[in-house]
Structures are given as structure tokens and as C-alpha cells.
């Protein structure tokens, strides 16, 4: 009787789903920032969280807590709702990795890809393999595993040798390397990897004894041909079909509401149809967000939004819940963690490093990518899980491939970082604190207007008041320092200052600098560099009127009642908005 | 032992829960659109779209099919994941709605809304306590009603007295009214009547012999009074650390995605609070959108991405699971029906009427607020299926306060449209198809340009190609129609013209319409109006260049490579992108 059909969730199991949410949310976002203010990749800290909210930290100071929270028994409703809406995040993260693939880019680097990806397969897994197959035992197989070594040992190198998707996608949009040759050339291998990782683990499924899993699995050749297939019908029908429906609806539907349930619906749908395959759901989405995100058709603020929406909501809450079920401390088993640890990073990194020179990669290229590919996060972590349940793993075992993976997920960012000696490109916003802004400057004329300013200069440098005064006024007399649209930059540069320093100061009513266009000035940085230093001058003045170039964010700088908005206004420009 | 926790969910149940909600996103939208194209609102024909998934359509067709859909039992994995996304998204929306509300508006509004609110849950609730407590027989109490008929008759005036604040939100919003006057007025009386039928319910439930829910409910007087501690605070003390804190996160974390992660967790605590105070969760994060939402530091562009994404991702799936659980043919009881109708309808929109008129309002003012409040829908049900699961009332009556929760829902937007006679803004996608538009023009000089486009007014309206050219190049002869930006618009009044038509042309050499910016027209409109009708030659016009106004449209329209992106371009004019 359908109407009879009683709520499934209760309103204590809907307050547990809320909290937890909240708490997911709240803390990996915390993380998050605290790894940036760090210059490290968001998804370390938002994997971060997920360890100290789980068994090893929260479980160990009020399992109470924890069992509240998220509790044990996989029948328990809260828990499921929670399993799947991070299912769900899981996907969507996915959509959005795929809808920044460009396959064009791809298709230039097939042969660095087919590189990178074989021998990044290829090592790792001949490591694990044999490692696995001589001396199962010192791993830890489980009770299945013991009584079949060969697919123990299969697994084993695969386990150790997939990359996980989600984790270097993020790693690489956190990084801004998501849409450069090289983040693609990455992600099209890890894709590749992933592919072969999932067929591989449908193939040690069906070397079982049947039974282990519940249900009889799919066949092996047949999960393999309906893969293929559907890769191949998304990538060329499914591709076509999107492109020429993506206009229709643009120009027929709601706007963007259309085109982002349409996104949705057709990666919801692909999702499931790997899902059913017996490859996980989230390499459906995937394989959807290509399929659409390759369309010129798509615009910019539906992909921004999706974006925004998923890596800020959804995304971290699926980087949190993968600590959430691991006591990382009682099952740690140290030989099994550093023999696990030393295949999949040497093997991984090794396999990588020598496919991208064969590729005719330089060196440095060579290595950004081969510590990109190291890292092996969510994916090794589900087929870590779903082995453990079919008995092929021990927990000692599982504990080591998820401490490698969480590992070599918090290295990629940071190796790749110092590898391309990436630098960040720099905010007015991140070099600038509550000290450096005087919100109100009471002066009414440029010579006091510096003075005024040279006071605080004084007091973050440590140098004299009236020396700072005196240079810039000099500098003032022989040069101008007026700009276009209200802005002035007196600047000084003095021996014995060790590093650049600058003090924002603001002036509603305006101080004439004698600019060009006439305008007073209501926004005046002075500059200090140190004599030496020739390009500080230069990089600052730009930074400053770079940043203020924006009328909307000079504008809200203006109207802004506190040094905390004016750094909010701050915080808005360079960004991608 | 945590590291055993088995996987919650198997592979079927994310593949039915991936398919579940691409079907019902999917379909939900499709009926939305369709709505909308009948000048609906679109959450009517997300209503409809679970009508139709569920046992009432779907059911009817294909057990099987609904079954593994939307399974019944309460304990299968694949719907408790489900109905835990439908609860999220149901909190979402109500945190989008809670954002949109000015509390100044509010203020001012605050006699009529005391009126309007009061009146209107009065009127409703004697009507249906007074028929539920005379002829219980009549609406179908459950097996408890029957024992208890004060607490029964109670109930029903609450179900009948209560406005669905998401649907009618919902529905302001469709129609562009929330932010007016009229809709602030709604919103906040249908809030207030919301906070009183939820702490009614929990009267209700502690009034009933105990244990019938399971757990002992909180007590009374406790859920009241720690509601509206709650209610104090965050308006108070919770909107002023918001108002804090916003630009804090605004100025140092990332952006915009410390804000939208701030605003969730938010929304998602306030929901955990209201819910374990026995208050729906949906009620908690509407009030965390109030106090959000009424901070002028909260950033346009913030709201938005919540707004786009929660409206077309969330909303659609939540509207559409209302109809999933219940076969409104096999339970419907047409006295019960009548009765529960007739009292909603006349009750509510009886009570809201006076209400306003006594509030001061005029005739057509108070007949909108009064339909507008009459839409009772989701909280309605939920409440329904509470009191069901109590034994409080019968299918019977269940499937009649459904019925009157979804008729009413349909009800109101309509009925506001046509007493407030609403013209929504008119856009050139709404009146321009494939016909209109002639992607290629071959002509390089004005006249002759112009006789392209008669060519095609003739073929639309069925005047005579030669008449059309003839009156317009008279005209313009006497003054130039060249507009800058690269526009120009023909136009000829044309005496046996029923209504007016327009014809736009591209060409992407240009033609020199003799523009005061001296550039050519690449957009030509050729416009054609009934010789007696003034305005709409003025009305299309202003239209046309108001719409190519936009830059990046004009661009847009000039790159088009087909009618069908050209009109996606239209499409993208007027929208609040």
C-alpha cells in the first residue's frame, strides 16, 4: 500500500544528517582555508578534517560523539542519507573535473598520455604484484586472499598503482594547473589509469570464489565491453548529441536553470549506468562532464556556477568522509604501511617520470608529472574498502593502502608547487593586513597626506618617521605620483630597509596629487622598497593600480565603513569573479 | 570495530538512487519549463512531474518500474539516501527564501502581516475544527483520532490553516514578486503562520495518549519556548555575529567560496535545531536565511550562485518527490475531499481577505495576498504524513489534505497573476522564433535589405511583399532609422496589419544605415504595426535596442553560426544574469 509508506527517516536520524553536514562542511572548509594561509592545495586540510572527525581523533577523545555523529551500523538511516549524499558530492566533483577536460588538449598529448599512463600502470603494479605474490603474508592478506593469492596479488597492484581522479583534479584547479598542457596531460593519464584500475578490480572480482560479494558479479568480459562501448558512444554520440541539444535548450529554456539540470540529469544518468556496470559512478559523471564540456556551446557562467556550487559544498564534504571510517592509529601496521607506501610512491612516481621522458618530456616537466600522478587518493580508498569487504584484504592492509593514499595525496600538491616553482600570483589581498590601512586619513594636502602615512610606515619598518617623509617628498617634487581615478603612489626608497612595505590610506573628501584627469586622489599607497631592490617599486605600483583598476572594487573600497570590508573589497579582485 | 563499517550502500542502490534523481530532476524540469511556457509558474509542473512518477501514473502503468524506483520500504538503503537528498534539498530552498527576506520590509509591514497571519489561520482553523470535531466520521480519523477527537479536531484546523511557505515563495519568486511589498507581506505572514501551525502540531502530538510516535515527544510547553528562544536569538544576536562575520570571511577567505560554505553550515546548524526541537529542519534554515540574508554585507554575486543552484538543482527534486508517496486515485474519498477543499479554500482565503481589508488594503491587494496565502502545499503534506504515521487521521483524509495542498498550490499562482494582472516584462526570446530571423542577409544597401526582409513580414503576415517595402523605404526617406552599435530598424505602419511583426537580419559586412556613429548595421529589424496602434511600434523599438544594448548579446548574435544560437543569445538578454 503505497501510502502507507512510513517516513524513512526520523526526525532525530534528519538532526544527526544536519549536524553532521554542518560539521563535514564546517571544519574541512576551516581546514581548507588554514592549508591555503599555508600556500597548500584546499583538499589537503578538507582531508584533513575528515581524520579528525573520524575514529582517530574524535573517536578516540568521545567515541560517543562519534557514534552520534556517524555511526557504525550501515542500517542506521542517518548514515545512509549521509553515505548517499557523499556518493552524490562524489559524482557531482567528478561532472566538474570532466567539464574542464579539454579534449583537444588531450588529443595533442595522446602520446605523453599513453606514455605516462602505461608505465605509470605498469611499474607500480609489477611491483605490488610481486611483492603481493611472494610475500603475502607480511601485507596481510584476509581470509580470502590467503586462499586465493593470485587475485590478492592482482589487487595489491592495482591498488598501488591507480590515481585518483578527484583528488589531483582538485589538486590541479587548486593549483590553477587544471586547464595547462600539463594538468591535462595529467588528468587524460589519470583517466586512463582509473579506466584500466576499475576493469582490473571487475577482473580479480570474477578470479574469486563467486558468492564473496552477495550477488554473482557481472561478468568480466562483459563489464569490459559495455565499459568500452559506453566510453566510446558518450565520447563520439553522447558528445554530438550534447553539443546539439546544449543551443536548443540555451535558447528555448529557462536561463541557466535549463542548462544546469540538463548537466545534471545527463551526468546523474551516465553515472548510474557505470555505476551498474560495476565501475563506480563517479567515472560516469566524468565521462559526462567531457562529453559536455568540450561544447563551445556551453557558457562560461554555467560551467562558473556549477563549479562554485560543487567545489565549495559538495567537494569538501566528499574529501572529509574519507577519513571518517579508519582508526588510522589501532590498525596501523608499520611493515605493511612503508612496503605499501615505498611500491606505490617509488613505483608510481618511477613508472611516471620515465613514461614523460620517453614522451620527450624535459626533466623538470618530467617530475611535476610524476609527482602529480603519485597521488592516490579517493579511488584506492573505495576499491581498498569494497576488497576489505569481500575478504580479500586484511584491515592492516586497508589501513596502509588508505595511509598511502592520503599521503601521496597531501605530497602532489605541494611537490608539484616546488617542482614548477610555481608562484602564486599575488594579491594586494594577501600581502595586506589591518596595519597596513589607514581608513580615515584626516590629511587634506599630498605632504601631509605622506607624512600621515609615514607614521605607520615608521612603525611596521622600524626606520625613522622623517626620513620616510622627507625621501617621498623629494621623489614627489621631481616625479608626480597622481594616477587616473582618484589613486596616488608617493613612494620612497630607502637603504637599510630590508623588504617592501606598503600603507593604504583613505580619503573620502580626496587630496590633490595633481593627476592627470584632475581628480583628487581618495586612495594613496605609499610605497617603501629598499634601494636595491629595483623591481619591488615596479611590482607593488603595478599590484596597487592593478587591483584599484576595477571601478566596482574602488567603489566598495570607498564605501567600505571598516579595515575588514576594505579587505573584503580587497579579497574580491584577481579573483576568477 | 570502526575499520569493519560496511559500505551502506551497494552498487544497485547508487545505481537506483543516481537514476532516481536524474528522473525526477528530469522530468520535473521538463514539466516546469512546459509550465512556464503555458505562463505558469514551474513549480506547478514540478508538482505534477512526482503526480506523475508516482503510484498515482507511474504505479498505475508499472508497478515494477515505481518499486524500483521509489521503493516502499521504509529500510531500503536506496530510499532512505533518497529521501535524505529530498530533505537537504527542502532545507536549501528554504534558506534560499529565508535570504530574499528583508526585514525592514517585514517591519514595515508588520500590521498588515499581524492581520493578514492572524486572520488567516483563524478563520481556516475554526471552520476545520469545528467540521473534524462535529462530523469526524465524515473527514476519516485514523484508529487514535477516533479515540481522541479534541486532538483530531485540532489537526485539522492546523492542516487547513497552513501556508506551504516553499511553495508560495516558490511561486512569488516564478512571478518576480518576492521582493515586492506584496510578496514580503505573504512571505512574512505565511511564516509567522508556519511558526504557529508547527508549535500547534506539537501540541497536538503531546496532547495524544503517549508512545504513539515511538519516543516520547518533547514536552509542550518545552518545544514553544525553546522555538521561540531560538527565534529571538537568531534574529537578534545570530543576525548581528552574522553581520560580523560576513566580512571577515569575505575579507580573508577564499572567495566566493568561504561565504557559500559559511552560509550553508549556517543554515544546516539552524535546521539540526529546529528539527530536534520538533520543528521541521526546513523551518531552522529558513530563519538562518533571514538573519543572512538581511546583512547588506552579503555579496550580490553570493546569493546568486546559492539562488541558481539551490532553485534548479534542489528545489525541482524536493517539489517533485510531494506527489511519489501517494496513489491520489485509489484513496480518494470525494466527501472528504469536497469538505477539506471547500474549508481550505474558503477558510483561507475568507480569513486572508478580511485580514488585509482590515489592514487597510485595497480590493485588488487583499483578493492577491488572499490567494496567494490560500497555497498550501509541502508543509501541509509533511504535517499529512506525521499525523498518518501517529494514527491520527485516515488515508482518506490524507490523500484530501494532499489533494488540497497540491490544488491550492496550483491554485495561487494563476490566480494571483490574473487579480494583480501581471504582465511579465516582454523579451524578444519570448516573441521572436526561427521565422523571425533571417541569419544570412545577402543585401549590402538599405533598400535593398529592406525588400529582403518584406519578403519574409509578407510571408507572416500575408500582406503583400511590394505594400511593405514601399511603406517602409517611405519612411525612410523621411528619417534615417540607423541607430549606433551596428543597429537599424525599418519600420512601416500598415493599414490591414492585425498584429505587429518583426523581422530581424544579420549581416555580418555591415550595411550603412547612416548611424550618427557612422558604423553599418550588422542587426536590421524590420518592424511592422497596425497603422492605429501607437505604442507598438514604440514598444518593439525599444525593445530591440534595448536588448542589442548589451554588448556581449550583440556579439554574441553577430558570431552565431545558426537561428537556433542566435535565439540562444536572445535568450541570455533580460535574464538576471
Redesign the interface.
Known amino acids: 500500500m503505497?501510502?502507507?509508506?512510513?517516513?524513512?527517516?526520523?526526525?532525530?536520524d534528519?538532526?544527526r544528517?544536519?549536524?553532521a553536514?554542518?560539521v563535514l562542511?564546517?571544519i574541512s572548509?576551516l581546514l581548507g582555508?588554514l592549508a591555503?594561509r599555508f600556500k597548500q592545495p584546499?583538499v589537503l586540510g578538507e582531508i584533513l578534517a575528515g581524520v579528525l572527525l573520524?575514529?582517530t581523533v574524535l573517536?578516540y577523545f568521545s567515541p560517543e560523539a562519534l557514534e552520534w555523529l556517524f555511526p557504525?551500523s550501515?542500517?542506521?538511516?542517518?548514515?545512509?542519507?549521509?553515505?548517499?549524499?557523499v556518493?552524490?558530492s562524489a559524482?557531482l566533483l567528478l561532472l566538474v573535473v570532466g567539464l574542464e577536460v579539454d579534449l583537444s588538449t588531450v588529443r595533442r598529448q595522446g602520446k605523453a598520455t599513453a606514455y605516462v599512463s602505461l608505465m605509470g600502470v605498469a611499474l607500480p603494479f609489477i611491483l605490488g604484484f610481486g611483492l603481493a605474490y611472494g610475500i603475502p603474508e607480511m601485507l596481510g592478506a584476509g581470509p580470502r586472499g590467503q586462499a586465493a593469492p593470485l587475485p590478492f596479488a592482482i589487487f595489491v597492484g592495482i591498488a598501488l598503482s591507480i590515481t585518483a581522479l578527484p583528488v589531483i583534479a582538485k589538486v590541479l584547479m587548486d593549483l590553477n594547473l587544471a586547464k595547462s598542457d600539463l594538468g591535462m596531460l595529467i588528468i587524460s593519464s589519470a583517466m586512463l589509469n582509473d579506466l584500466v584500475g576499475w576493469i582490473g578490480f571487475a577482473v580479480v572480482l570474477a578470479l574469486l570464489p563467486s558468492d564473496t560479494l552477495?550477488?554473482a558479479p557481472m561478468s568480466v568480459v562483459t563489464t569490459i565491453t559495455l565499459t568500452l562501448i559506453f566510453l566510446a558512444v558518450m565520447i563520439t554520440l553522447g558528445r554530438w548529441l550534447c553539443h546539439k541539444t546544449l543551443?536548443?535548450i540555451?535558447?528555448?529554456?529557462?536561463?541557466?536553470?535549463?542548462v544546469?539540470?540538463?548537466v545534471?540529469?545527463v551526468a546523474?544518468?551516465c553515472?548510474?549506468i557505470t555505476?551498474?556496470l560495476?565501475i563506480h559512478?563517479i567515472f560516469g559523471a566524468f565521462i559526462a562532464g567531457v562529453a559536455i564540456g568540450d561544447s563551445p556551446?556551453l557558457?562560461e557562467?554555467t560551467r562558473e556556477?556549477?563549479h562554485?556550487?560543487v567545489?565549495?559544498?559538495f567537494a569538501?564534504i566528499f574529501f572529509a568522509s574519507i577519513g571518517l571510517?579508519?582508526?588510522f592509529i589501532s590498525?596501523f601496521d608499520p611493515l605493511a604501511v612503508a612496503l605499501v607506501l615505498a611500491v606505490a610512491f617509488l613505483g608510481k612516481s618511477g613508472g611516471c617520470y620515465l613514461g614523460a621522458k620517453m614522451a620527450g618530456m624535459n626533466r623538470r616537466e618530467s617530475l611535476a608529472t610524476a609527482f602529480g600522478m603519485t597521488c592516490q587518493g579517493a579511488v584506492g580508498i573505495i576499491l581498498g574498502?569494497?576488497a576489505?569487504?569481500a575478504g580479500l584484504i586484511g584491515?592492516g592492509l586497508?589501513?596502509a593502502v588508505v595511509i598511502m593514499a592520503l599521503t601521496t595525496s597531501l605530497f602532489s600538491g605541494p611537490a608539484m608547487q616546488a617542482v614548477l616553482k610555481l608562484k602564486t600570483q599575488l594579491r594586494l589581498?594577501d600581502i595586506v593586513t589591518d596595519r597596513h590601512i589607514l581608513i580615515h586619513m584626516k590629511s587634506v594636502t599630498p605632504s601631509k597626506a605622506i607624512a600621515e602615512l609615514a607614521v605607520r610606515g615608521a612603525e611596521l619598518t622600524g626606520l625613522a618617521p622623517d626620513l620616510i617623509t622627507q625621501t617621498a617628498l623629494d621623489r614627489e617634487k621631481a616625479m608626480r605620483t597622481g594616477l587616473p581615478d582618484g589613486l596616488a603612489v608617493p613612494h620612497a626608497r630607502l637603504t637599510g630597509l630590508k623588504k617592501p612595505c606598503m600603507v593604504i590610506g583613505r580619503s573620502v573628501p580626496g587630496i590633490d596629487f595633481d593627476a592627470q584627469d584632475g581628480r583628487p586622489a581618495h586612495l594613496v599607497c605609499l610605497l617603501l622598497t629598499p634601494e636595491s631592490d629595483h623591481d619591488a617599486q615596479i611590482d607593488l605600483l603595478s599590484l596597487f593600480a592593478r587591483t584599484f583598476q576595477d571601478a566596482g572594487i574602488r567603489q566598495g573600497a570607498l564605501a567600505a565603513e571598516?579595515t575588514?570590508?576594505?579587505?573584503?573589497?580587497?579579497?574580491?579582485a584577481g579573483?576568477d569573479?
Do not use: C, H
Open positions: 503505497q501510502t502507507l509508506a512510513a517516513a524513512s527517516l526520523s526526525p532525530a534528519i538532526t544528517l544536519m549536524v553536514l554542518a562542511l564546517g572548509r582555508e591555503r584546499a573520524g575514529p573517536g557504525v550501515a542500517a542506521q538511516p542517518g548514515r545512509i542519507a549521509l553515505d548517499g549524499f556518493v552524490i559524482t552477495g550477488a543551443p536548443y540555451q535558447s528555448r529554456w529557462s536561463w541557466p536553470g535549463g544546469l539540470a540538463f545534471s540529469v546523474l544518468g553515472a548510474a555505476e551498474s560495476g559512478s556551446r557558457r557562467r556556477t556549477i562554485q556550487f567545489t565549495n559544498f569538501p571510517r579508519i582508526n590498525n574498502q569494497m576489505f569487504k584491515e586497508l589501513v589581498a571598516s575588514t570590508e576594505f579587505r573584503a573589497e580587497l579579497n574580491l579573483t569573479a
